[in-house]
DNA sequence: ATAGTATGCTAACGTGTGTTAGCGATGAAT
DNA sequence: ATTCATCGCTAACACACGTTAGCATACTAT
């Protein structure tokens, strides 16, 4: 008879939505059938009812792993005393590093969050809002300090936290250049633009 | 007996690819169903197969539409006599306006192409890594010419692709700024980014 | 008015879905 | 060795899906 096998650090429980992530990210969380996660989990689909509520539960549990940690990031961020710029770009920071070392989850949360259902709809809804609220602000108080140029705020976070998404494509790239490489291009990219400047 | 409603302009099929685009839009290809679509048409499900011939059809229509638009505009770009920083922004302001005046079929193209099936599958993700190697080639002229400074071009090409997506929320947004403002903003950031310059 | 085509309807098909019930096998604790 | 909870299996459910067949109705052109 199959088990799920686990090692010392992670539960079944929490195999089956490494796995869950895995396949969502790849195929969709509508296309993506129980049967199919149960087939790379190693077991039949009824078993996974031995450690789950429902195939909702485990996106619930993806989409808000990943938004707690944003969240709990962007307090830390925000009580640090540094400058806006700089705290934009510890904000970039995580997000890439979270793209890069949670790839699956974090693609899962972008992509698919839509199949919640209320009242987690709702709520992810309302988080993200504040979330980016709360990166507004950052922006609009570097454009008070004269460190940012004057735009639009919202219009900016949206390019960041969009632009920082496309990681996606970068990870399924066969000739990546290295994550380090990628960060220093990005952040240079995002803060600096692309345009030559008379700095440098 | 119901009739799908059509104006001078635009066959049933027309009208019916309309709908599909916005259906998948709001709710993914694979949770969208041929009810659904039927319902916004106003008709029963069946009596759609009289003007296509299946659901992916529809997805094919909408994805290659949009794609072949991105394409014939890359190769005018590619042929007019302008610097490669005035190309970027040309296709940049060409994004953006695709972005706002087909915003389901480009939403759609960009976030569903996945259920596409061979070999369109195949076809569009060759048809998506060419048009990127001639923009990162547009960019890597930019830097031998020294306008552009010297960071990783396709890393460049990924910000410059996904951030545009992000006009996707601005859409949605209830408080918008105008068109005209987003995309002025949106230029300035990329080309310029969002640090506060000597040159203004 | 009539013929022919375009369009719509109802009914149904086969298949895949998420999930539950009930039972057998395994592993841990006494 | 026995007990008890944990875990997995088979079988099946009710339902939603894309799609087809066959027939009825509406429009178009003569």
Redesign the interface.
């Known amino acids: 008879m199959a088990r799920i096998i686990i090692d010392k650090n992670s539960s079944r429980k929490e195999v089956i939505l490494t796995k869950a992530a895995s396949l969502f990210r790849e195929?969709?969380y509508?296309?993506a059938s129980m049967r199919d996660l149960a087939e790379s989990v190693g077991v039949e689909a009824a078993s996974l009812y031995n450690h789950i509520k429902s195939k909702t539960e485990l996106l619930h549990e993806i989409c808000f792993g990943v938004a707690n940690r944003f969240m709990h990031k962007m307090e830390e961020v925000e009580g640090e005393k540094i400058s806006p710029?700089e705290k934009?770009e510890a904000l970039i920071r995580f997000h890439i590093d979270e793209m890069i070392l949670h790839y699956e989850e974090v693609y899962v949360m972008d992509?698919e969050w839509?199949?919640l259902s209320d009242p987690y709809l709702s709520n992810f809804q309302n988080q993200r809002r504040m979330y980016r609220k709360r990166f507004a602000a950052i922006?609009e108080q570097?454009i008070s300090l004269?460190?940012?140029?004057p735009?639009?705020a919202?219009?900016?976070v949206?390019?960041l936290?969009?632009?920082?998404?496309?990681?996606e494509?970068?990870h399924r790239?066969t000739q990546k250049?290295s994550a380090e490489?990628?960060t220093a291009?990005?952040i240079?990219?995002?803060?600096?633009?692309?345009?030559?400047?008379?700095?440098g």
């Open positions: 195929k969709g509508k296309a710029i934009i992509r839509k199949h922006i570097g004269k460190n940012i140029k735009i639009d919202s219009t900016a949206l390019i936290l969009h632009a920082i998404g496309g990681i494509s970068w790239s250049i490489a990628l291009n990005m240079s990219i995002l803060i600096g633009g692309i345009a030559a400047s008379a700095k």
